[in-house]
Every structure is written in C-alpha cells, then in structure tokens.
C-alpha cells in the first residue's frame, strides 16, 4: 500500500466563539503574509462518524478568507492524467477555490517510486514495528472519538503525534524518511512550491494531510514565517454535497487511473508502479459514492 502519513483525529469552542475569532480578509496584500496550516482526512471525509465531511471541510476554508490555497497535488499532475494519483479533497478545492475567492495553488513533490521502494526494502525492522505500534495506538483513538469533530483531534493531539512519528521514529535523512516518500525533502519542496506561487497573497492557507502540519511549520520557520495551526470555525453540518463539476473532475481522475492501469493512458513506469501501488481508485469510488448526484450546498 501506498506509504502515507498516519492521519490523526480536543477540547470544542463554543460556536460563538469560532464566529468571533474567525479571521477576516486582509484589505491589502502583506509583504510578509499570513499562513494558515489546515489538516484533512483523506478518505476519512467520506465517513458520516468523522463529522468532517468536505463541506465542513469548504466552510472552514471559507471562514479562513485566504487569499491562495495550497494544495496536494504535483504540478506536472494537476489538470492531467495523474491527477487523482492525489487525494480527491484537493481536486475538490482546485473546484471551488474560485467561489471562496481564491487562487489554488497544485504545490506538492513526490520522490520517485523506485528510491521509495528500495528503501523499505532497507528500512529497519525495529522501526517499521514502532511505527505499525504507533498506527494501531492511533486507530484505537479514532475508534472511540470523544470529540464533536475529527478535526479537533487532528489540529491538536494529531499534530503532536505526527511530529514524534518523523521527528523521532523516522528522524531526517534515514532510510526510513526515504521510505516514507522523502518526507523532510517533501515537505521543503511544498513549502517551496507554495512561496513561489504566493505573490500578491496577503493570506495563505496550505491544506495539506494533517501529518505534515509540524514538519511545514518547521521548514516556514526556517525561512522567518510564523504559521498558524487552523482552529475549528465550522460546526459539522452532515456530509453535505459538492458541485457536479467536481464529480465530473472525479469521474475524468478515476476513468483516468482505470486507464492508466489497463495499459489503455501511456504514463511512465515510475507514474504506473505509484498508481498501482496506491488505493487511489478506491477513494474516488468511494467519493463518488458519496456525493455523487448532489449540488452544492451553501
């Protein structure tokens, strides 16, 4: 399976509160801007029990005003035939972006498929049994929720657990961070990607797996930037729905992958072997699943 960042999921504000804390617009581009870092759940927003469904996860972008979002997918893929390679709520922002008033920004970087490989073949074994203990400790969390929503664990106890995972279990240039795609490079990458994009921004909000969060606040930080971790502005409103441009943006993605794995869509050995070993097709099935046939709710 695919190697991904274990996805995490306290403490609720009155939505009183969310209504008074929540940002508003800056009126003029900032020379420094202000960055935002909010997590999703990848296929977790498909499940009604996450009560973090992609219109929640739409009004909390919403209620963060930014100026540019910043997005998981690659820039060679976005638009084409590896596009729902990456996971289908960034598809969906690239969608609505412009009814939220912002540009989205396609800012992540994969390492190649082989290196990955190669190393968790090489990865030590005492690591990969802490991080399959790590995993199992997080999914019994998540299987007994006591919070309104999965994203006050993902923005709180989520961003700590993610921090000690690459921080400390997987550490900076070992095999086992190039078993996890490059993660520090990856990240670096992004933060680089999204900066590059950013002129003319006076607010940016990255929207990312909520794994990444510490690491692209430490590599921000390292180029002088403060970025805050999201608070909840949103009160989970149900799964809602989505415009049919973004199933018809789904359906193209998953025919796409289908092709792709048939042999019918030419792409290169290194794109087919990420392809084949992701559950990729699976998500966008089960996102059309979900919300196929609705429009949008405001």
Known sequence: MEKLAVVFWLPLLSCCLFAQTAPTRPTT????PEVILLGTAHDLHFKAESHYSLADLRN???????DLICGEI??????????GYFPPEAAFLAEVAPTLHARFAATDWRIAKAWQ????????????????????????????PTE???FDFLHTK?????????????GENTVSDIAMGGWHERNRRIVENCLDAAAGAGRIVFVYGTGHIPQLQRQLAARGITAEIASRHFVPAGMG?????????????????????DGSLAVSHD??????????????????KTYSGGAEKK
């Open 117 to 144: 490989s190669r190393a968790e073949e090489m990865e030590p074994k005492e690591i990969k049994d802490k991080l399959e203990e790590l995993t199992k400790e997080t999914a019994k969390q998540m299987q007994s």
């Open 74 to 83: 690659t820039p060679e893929a976005y638009q084409g035939p590896m596009e």
């Open 148 to 150: 309104p929503s999965l």
């Open 271 to 288: 794109s087919l072997d990420k392809v084949k070993d992701s559950h990729r097709v699976q998500d966008l099935e089960l996102a059309l």
């Open 158 to 170: 989520g961003v700590a657990i993610a921090d000690y995972q690459f921080e400390q279990v997987v």
């Open 241 to 261: 729905s989505v415009p049919p441009s973004v199933i018809a943006r789904w359906q193209r993605n998953l025919d796409n992958l289908k092709r792709i794995l």
């Open 60 to 66: 909390e972008v919403e209620a963060l005003h930014p």
């Open 29 to 32: 581009p900032a020379a420094n």
